[in-house]
């Protein structure tokens, strides 16, 4: 059955037909932008721009909303710090004498929603209970947070809330946050 195949003619380059040059030259040339083009080009850049922006705008809202409703004390020598944070270098406790979560787990640290702030003390439920924010609780009923200039250089948000148990027994709790 192989016998009846027959075998191709060997091919050399020189046998290889010849395409017309100019013709090549003709489609490597680039093509001229036309107008459709060039305003869809526009039209894509500029939707491109207008939608990263909406990034931007989307953060600087949440921040305007969160100043709104929170207040926090920046001052780090005056307001609820004068007494106790004159040198700023209080050992060991980044956020004064009050009572800190340590852990971070009274700290709201996910995406902000739910009437929770990334870097407040949060309202939710927790690993060992419940966390409440404590609004207008931190000097003079005015302000829920203060700053806190802290020995190793960071400056801390500090605000207030409550740690409740599941039985019920709640203390008074501090997130600290750098800022």
Not at 79 to 91: M, N, S, V
Not at 99 to 123: D, E, F, P
Request: hydrophobic share 35%; glycine share 10%.
């Amino acid at each position: 059955m192989t016998d009846d195949i027959p075998t191709p003619a060997p091919v050399s380059f020189a046998d290889l037909p010849v395409s017309d040059p100019g013709h090549l030259r003709k489609r490597l040339r680039p093509r001229p932008t036309t107008r459709r083009a060039f305003v869809g080009w526009a039209l894509g850049a500029g939707t491109a721009v207008g939608l990263g922006s909406l990034a931007l705008v989307n953060r600087a809202a949440d921040r305007a909303q969160a100043a709104a409703y929170w207040q926090d004390w920046t001052g780090t020598s005056t307001g609820p710090c004068a007494d106790y944070a004159r040198d700023h270098t209080e050992t060991g406790i980044q956020c004064g004498v009050s009572q800190m979560c340590l852990t971070l787990s009274c700290c709201w640290k996910y995406r902000n929603g739910a009437g929770n702030r990334v870097g407040w003390h949060k309202s939710a439920p927790g690993a060992a209970g419940y966390y409440l924010h404590r609004p207008d609780d931190c000097w003079a009923g005015t302000y829920d947070s203060w700053h806190w200039k802290f020995s190793d250089g960071n400056t801390y948000r500090c605000s207030d809330g409550w740690t409740c148990s599941a039985d019920g027994a709640c203390f008074k709790s501090i997130c600290p946050w750098v800022v």
